[in-house]
């Protein structure tokens, strides 16, 4: 027989291509048409297979294909003398986004920064490979950090800039000519801090006064602070609660050389002490910059 004719492509989706073709003139009574042979090869996609069937009809969909591929497709003819030449037509399955990024896992977690891997999502076919990855971090129940993203073409990134003691929520989409896959995600915590960013004004006085330090998460807020002075002629010491930056340091001798520590503590620990040196007078005052009576 004569090949098929009119070969063409009525739908081409992700995964399926449906052709029609129109019936070749039979020679005569004795070698009718009998059927086809469709078959469908891929190109340049080593992942993807080929396949054929034998069918009556003029037309058939072809199913279970790879997207971003493209296929030769073949059909034939068939009587008693044997197969037609082909008929064929080239064709691309749809674009589809690609499936998220594999194995997403915390490497490293600071105090200021977080460093994430993860695995390469496998690409359907040539005409859709991976282009790049977006990756997205958003913080949880902390309205001081704010979030961010970018696109990169690593499997990997270190997120900088965060804000300790506060949990964030990392977002990985692969990204290809069809747009974003769904995120691969993996929550983490930035580390307690233990040395906060004092800053601390004292006077020339018993009274001691400072500023509250920063908190930085919600996860390891100011707990208390310590106050030490020490004297030359023996030490005292005290406790304080939370909301407490002033403290009267009492029965000190006057004409007498002190050294005042003051420490803040939160659950990673204490913070770097803060160390003045300072005089009484025979008044009973002292001489401090920043700290007054």
Same mark, same amino acid.
């Given at each position: 027989l004569e090949p098929p004719k009119g070969i063409v492509v009525d739908e081409a989706h992700t995964t399926s291509i449906k052709v029609t073709w129109s019936r070749p003139v039979a020679y005569g009574a004795? &070698?009718?048409?009998?059927?086809?042979?469709?078959?469908?090869?891929?190109?340049?996609?080593?992942? =993807?297979? #080929?396949?054929?069937t034998v069918i009556q009809d003029e037309n058939h969909e072809i199913r279970d294909l790879i997207p971003c591929t493209n296929y030769s497709i073949n059909v034939q003819a068939i009587n008693i003398a044997g197969s037609s030449n082909a008929a064929t037509v080239n064709v691309s399955t749809q674009n589809e986004v690609l499936e998220p990024p594999k194995g997403i896992v915390v490497d490293e977690a600071h105090t200021t920064s977080i460093k994430v891997t993860w695995s390469r999502p496998v690409a359907y076919g040539a005409l859709c490979p991976l282009d790049n990855y977006n990756i997205s971090w958003t913080p949880i129940d902390n309205s001081d950090a704010e979030g961010g993203s970018t696109v990169i073409q690593d499997e990997n990134h270190e997120i900088r800039d965060l804000i300790p003691c506060t949990n964030y929520s990392i977002n990985v989409q692969a990204i290809?000519? =069809? #747009?974003?896959?769904?995120?691969?995600?993996?929550?983490? $915590?930035?580390?307690?801090? #233990?040395?906060?960013?004092e800053n601390e004004t004292q006077t020339t006085s018993?009274?001691?006064?400072? $500023?509250?330090?920063?908190?930085? #998460?919600?996860? &390891?807020?100011?707990?208390?602070?310590?106050?030490?002075?020490?004297?030359?002629?023996?030490?005292? $010491? =005290?406790?304080?609660?939370p909301k407490e930056e002033v403290y009267n340091i009492t029965n000190l001798v006057p004409c007498t050389a002190y050294t005042i520590h003051i420490q803040a503590l939160n659950t990673a620990g204490s913070s770097i002490t803060t160390i003045t040196d300072v005089q009484t007078v025979t008044e009973n005052k002292l001489f401090l910059k920043g700290i007054f009576a």
């Open positions: 004795l &070698c009718p048409l009998d059927n086809y042979n469709i078959s469908w090869t891929p190109i340049d996609n080593s992942d =993807a297979e #080929g396949g054929s290809n000519i =069809a #747009g974003s896959s769904n995120a691969a995600t993996v929550n983490v $915590s930035t580390q307690n801090e #233990g040395d906060f960013n018993i009274k001691v006064t400072w $500023s509250r330090p920063t908190e930085h #998460g919600p996860l &390891c807020p100011l707990e208390k602070y310590n106050i030490l002075w020490v004297p030359n002629d023996g030490e005292g $010491s =005290a406790e304080l609660g």
